[in-house]
C-alpha cells in the first residue's frame, strides 16, 4: 500500500485534477466525469454514497464567494452612479459559467480532502514499485 502523500501535496494534486494518491493525470474521461478509480494506482474515488457532496457543497461556496466578489468590486467601480443591467450580466455569467468550469476540480480536490481527513486505508489502492508516479523536488511528475 502507497503512503498517503503529504497535506499539501494532496491540495495541490486535487487542484491540478490528479490523482491524490499517485499523482496521475487524465482522471476524467469527458470534461465533467471523474472516472470511477485511477487507472494508475486503482484508488476508487467515490469511497461510499454521497461522497461527492463536499465537492457540490465547495463549488457553490466557491461560486458564491466570486459572486459576492464581482459584487463590490463592480458597486465600487460603479460608485455613485450603480447601474443594474451592467452588474447583473456579469454576475450571472459568474453563476452560470463557474460551478461548470470548476467542478472537475472541486470533484479532484474533494478527494484530496477527504485523504486528509480520513487517510488512505489498507486495499484502497495499489501502486506497483517502479510504475507510480513520483515529483520530484522541481514538482513535475516523473514515471519511475
Known amino acids: 500500500m502507497p503512503a498517503t502523500p503529504s497535506n499539501?501535496?494532496?491540495?495541490?494534486?486535487?487542484?491540478?485534477?490528479?490523482c491524490a494518491v499517485c499523482g496521475q493525470r487524465g482522471l476524467t474521461?469527458?470534461?465533467l466525469?471523474?472516472?470511477?478509480?485511477?487507472p494508475q494506482c486503482g484508488?476508487?474515488?467515490?469511497?461510499?454514497?454521497?461522497h461527492f457532496v463536499g465537492a457540490v457543497g465547495m463549488n457553490t461556496i466557491f461560486t458564491f464567494a466570486l459572486i459576492a466578489i464581482a459584487l463590490v468590486a463592480g458597486i465600487l467601480l460603479m460608485w455613485p452612479d450603480v447601474t443594474f443591467i451592467p452588474l447583473a450580466a456579469v454576475t450571472v455569467g459568474i453563476a452560470?459559467?463557474?460551478?461548470?468550469?470548476?467542478?472537475?476540480?472541486?470533484?479532484?480536490?474533494?478527494?484530496?480532502?477527504d485523504l486528509i481527513i480520513h487517510p488512505l486505508e489498507?486495499?484502497?489502492?495499489f501502486v506497483e514499485p517502479g510504475e507510480a508516479f513520483v515529483e520530484t523536488e522541481e514538482g513535475a511528475a516523473q514515471q519511475g
Do not use: N, S
Not at 466525469?33 to 485511477?38: P, Y
Open 8 to 18: 499539501l501535496r494532496l491540495i495541490l494534486r486535487g487542484i491540478t485534477r490528479r
Open 29 to 31: 474521461d469527458r470534461f
Open 33 to 38: 466525469r471523474l472516472r470511477e478509480q485511477c
Open 43 to 50: 484508488y476508487v474515488f467515490e469511497r461510499k454514497a454521497g
Open 96 to 113: 452560470t459559467a463557474v460551478p461548470v468550469l470548476f467542478h472537475p476540480i472541486a470533484k479532484t480536490l474533494w478527494v484530496g480532502i
Open 122 to 125: 489498507p486495499g484502497e489502492a
